[in-house]
């Protein structure tokens, strides 16, 4: 009985941690979104400006490319954890190896996108020159003031 109750307990702690996660990835992704694609959106805005030369238009397609799979598996993968989450939170008992495996498939998640964000980041960085850097940078710090 006291394990019954503990695992709902702690499935319903996982539905809630994964409630609470979301508009956390939201609220962090749509930080970082800005950071990247204000970045890329600023880019294409100011391609004139910044004169960028077609091996630089050349690799930042292929960034964006990059950057479009992976989020759309990002999104299947939520949604699928989201299917998990309801599963194992409606089963009659819940399974505790369940549980604990889509606990560290969140973790793992948010890891990867993290690290994601920060290479796409650093990848457009080092295809601009400094010059470039400075304009983009000026125009993302007036955008959020």
Do not use: W, Y
């Amino acid at each position: 009985m006291k394990k019954s109750i503990f695992a709902s307990i702690a499935a319903g702690a996982l539905s809630l941690a994964l409630v609470h996660a979301v508009p956390a990835f939201a609220e962090h992704d749509k930080t970082h979104k800005k950071d990247h694609q204000c970045m890329i959106k600023k880019i294409d805005e100011m391609k004139a400006e910044l004169n960028l030369t077609p091996e630089q238009e050349a690799k930042l397609k292929m960034i964006k490319q990059k950057n479009k799979m992976f989020m759309d598996v990002n999104r299947k993968e939520m949604r699928d954890m989201f299917r998990e989450a309801d599963e194992i939170s409606m089963a009659e008992t819940i399974d505790q190896m369940k549980l604990d495996a889509l606990a560290r498939k969140a973790c793992k998640m948010r890891s990867e996108t993290l690290k994601h964000h920060i290479m796409l980041r650093h990848e457009i960085r080092q295809i601009l020159t400094e010059d470039q850097r400075n304009m983009i940078k000026a125009k993302l710090m007036e955008s959020i003031h």
